[in-house]
């Protein structure tokens, strides 16, 4: 009886012992970011399952060369005086995307912040590919973003431009300041027209003074503006119009979607 009880623990050990070379030989299982389901991951750093991966929207073929469209674009032919060199964005901003982004920005997912974060490594390898490549020296860059208003960071609690900036300059080992800030709070864009739109954001951003002192511009090449979407470009051309003013470093717009 005793005898038979030691090998039952035994048994018991064996069992245990392969149970536990099971979970570390195969692949974890984890919950998708995006579809919630619990799979395999195709990306452990962007925590998507397969089918979300296989999903993603990339922008690959870039069609206007001033702001990276995947398609003609009537935007950039119409505008008079464009400030950034160039703009290139990571996905197009389809109704999957808007509800990731939705997740992230009002419902607080911060989760989803690194899967952005790895996203604007290739709108930054689309810019880098056309762009930063041509010279011989790679240039000498800067990230920083389009600032949101007190308001909209008191409602929030953060700013998505930052924090996607702060994810990109992590990967990329670039530097990140807030060279930005608003002079007013703008009501929100979507409800007016596009010349409301532009009178609005005249004179609605400034450099911050106390930030652009602290750093040696004149180390810089490039200044890396990010934004989480390109809508018009109007944003991205009047943050762009600010820095041109203050500093001699070339703009590059960079945004999550497009
Ligand atoms: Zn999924
Ligand atoms: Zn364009």
Known sequence: MRRKSK??????????????????????????????????LQSRQMALCNSCYEYIPWIRDVHCLTC????????????????????????????RMKELLARYKYRGDERIKSVIGC?????????YMEELSEKSNPKRGIITFVPVSKLRMQERGFNQAEQMARELGLRLRLPVQALLQRAKHTDKQSFKSRNERLDDLEHVFEVDLSVAYQID???????????????????MNQCAKVLRENFSAEVYGLTWAR
Do not use: N
């Open 7 to 40: 090998s039952g623990i035994w048994i018991r050990k064996v069992w245990r012992a392969i149970g536990t070379m099971k979970t570390v030989i195969s692949p974890l299982k984890e919950e998708c970011l995006l579809c919630k389901k619990i799979s395999v």
């Open 68 to 95: 990276g469209r995947s398609v003609r674009c009537a935007d950039c032919q119409r505008r008079q005086l464009t400030y950034f060199s160039k703009s290139r964005s990571a996905v197009k901003y389809d109704d």
């Open 119 to 127: 996203m604007l490594v290739h709108a930054y390898h689309l810019l």
């Open 217 to 235: 511009l004149k180390s810089i090449d490039v200044i890396i503006l990010l934004d989480d979407v390109y809508t018009t470009g109007s944003t």
